[in-house]
């Protein structure tokens, strides 16, 4: 009914850039894509799932953590059912897993988010 798929990710060299990708698809997704609050988070070897970034279903207020403020980027676009997370001055902390989230409102908890993509890795060396 409702699927979340990432893309993008990879190895880079510290200060680089690499642009994420999430596509949604299933009927759930389809009919209301545009009502969902879309996020980033990422998750460390052996650690939870914490929050990056995450944006209004019209796009009109974006959050992001203050490890990656001024760094990332995060935006939709709700005729193609997609979000993206542009990464810029990458540093080797930010490798991790991460991970596409849909949820009802703008929330910095894992828990609040009710569908989920399966990951994408970044490596970023030093």
């Known amino acids: 009914q409702a699927r979340l798929d990432e893309s993008g990710g990879g190895l880079v060299h510290a200060g680089g850039s690499l642009r994420l990708s999430c596509a949604a698809s299933?009927?759930?997704?389809?009919?209301?894509?545009?009502?969902?609050?879309m996020a980033w988070f990422r998750q460390y070897p052996g650690g939870g799932r914490e929050f990056v970034a995450g944006?209004?279903?019209?796009?009109?207020?974006?959050d992001y953590s203050d490890a990656v403020q001024g760094r990332f980027t995060i935006s939709r676009d709700n005729a193609k059912m997609t979000a993206q997370l542009l990464m810029n001055n990458l540093k080797p902390e930010d490798t991790a897993i991460y991970y596409c989230?849909?949820?009802?409102?703008?929330?910095?908890?894992?828990?609040?988010?009710?569908?989920w993509g399966q990951g994408t890795q970044v490596t970023v060396s030093s």
């Open positions: 989230a849909a949820g009802p409102t703008l929330r910095n908890s894992q828990g609040d988010y009710t569908s």
């Open positions: 299933g009927r759930s997704f389809e009919r209301f894509f545009g009502n969902y609050v």
């Open positions: 944006i209004l279903p019209n796009g009109g207020r974006t």
